[in-house]
């Protein structure tokens, strides 16, 4: 007895679900677990790899609270990039933004006599006013946000070196202010304790909010969006202020830990926060960038590192090995939306 194409369109879902589970060959299956669960696979990949390798080094508590230091900056600013590219725009300016503020941090604290937290406060706000300027511009001026977002960096960066002059900033910092570095809880850093306040608040935001769905339906097709009444520009330009706001806290925390400021320091976390982002579009929501798949991006890249250090690897060894990863992120995220959009179709 066969089964017609009629037969099947009344066949109740799970009997359809069963025949095309029965369809799935062992090769699409591993496809399949491979496009939506690589990035985890590749975590314990590394793990086992480097634990194999450096038995006595790299499975300590060190290694650990190393890579969880070397992923606070770029988990924050891969988080502001993720809500931009979520939008279909790009925010080049993040890590120029990054270094004048935690610049702004350390002149404040040193040659004036404004109390720490109003800085914290002054600096932020300034950061969310360079996400507002990049927004108009996207917006209003119709600048091409790659553009747009790459001048305003640049200046960014010009303003850091003209409020340096070329110096290093340095001077007593008041105790509670490194304490935003210095303190742990439950043996975790209280600014790792920030970036995961961060991912669940994002979380909520695109999974529970309507905010979240609308800024995923701009990113997706924009010009359908505002046919249903999305107002797109207004969620555009406050995405940007939100990156923006989102880095300002990082370069709070990053001039409390480094406790000095300098304008060498920030365009280097450009091209991680970036992997971060496409990366992370790879796994948990394959073809759309979310949360907690940057987070788990931003993990398997410092496990990377840290072990290829610990291998003896040059100090050329991170570049390389984030450019790869960039070129590698790029091709996943497109192959990622295109099985998205199939399986829509199908």
């Known amino acids: ?14 009997a359809s679900t069963a025949v095309s589970l029965e369809k799935r060959t062992l090769g699409q299956t591993v496809l399949h677990v491979l496009s939506n ?38 988990s924050f600013l891969s988080l502001a990039e993720m809500l931009v590219v979520a939008s279909n725009n790009y925010d080049l300016s993040i890590a120029y933004n990054l270094g004048l503020t935690h610049i702004l941090v350390m002149g404040l604290l040193t040659r004036t006599e404004i109390p720490w937290y109003a800085v ?65 809880i439950f043996n975790l850093p209280l600014p790792a304790i920030f970036v995961a306040v961060l991912v669940l608040a994002l979380w909520v935001l695109f999974e529970f909010l309507p905010i979240g769905r609308q800024i995923y339906a701009i990113g997706g097709n924009r010009k359908a969006a505002e046919l249903t009444g999305i ?3 207004r969620i555009v330009v406050g995405v940007f202020v939100a990156s923006g706001l989102i880095v300002g806290i990082a370069g709070v925390v990053l001039a409390a830990r480094l406790r000095v400021g300098q304008t060498a320091v920030g365009p280097e976390f450009l091209l991680p926060a970036f992997v971060g982002a496409l990366l992370g579009s790879t796994t948990i929501r394959p073809g759309r960038v979310n949360p907690f798949g940057t987070i788990v991006a931003v993990l398997v890249l410092a496990i990377g590192i840290a072990g290829l250090q610990q291998l003896g690897g040059g100090f050329y060894v991170e570049p390389i090995f984030q450019g790869a990863s960039l070129i590698l992120s790029v091709g996943l995220a497109g192959y990622a939306a295109r099985r998205r959009r199939e399986g829509r179709r199908s």
């Open 37 to 74: 669960h690589g990035l985890f696979l590749l975590a314990i990949l590394f793990v086992v790899g480097y634990a194999i390798l450096l038995p006595d080094t790299f499975l300590t508590k060190q290694t650990f609270r190393a890579i969880v230091a070397a992923s606070v900056i770029v």
């Open 120 to 184: 914290v406060f002054i600096v932020i706000a300034l950061s969310a006013l360079v996400g507002l300027v990049n927004g108009l511009l996207v917006e209003f001026a119709k600048i091409d946000s790659f553009i747009a977002t790459l001048g305003v960096g640049t200046i960014l960066y010009g303003l850091a070196a003209w409020y340096t002059n070329g110096a290093q900033l340095v001077g007593d910092l008041p105790a509670m202010f490194t304490g935003i570095n210095d303190t742990t």
């Open 231 to 233: 107002p797109a520009r």
């Open 1 to 14: 007895m066969t089964m017609t194409n009629s037969d099947l369109s009344r066949a109740p879902e799970g």
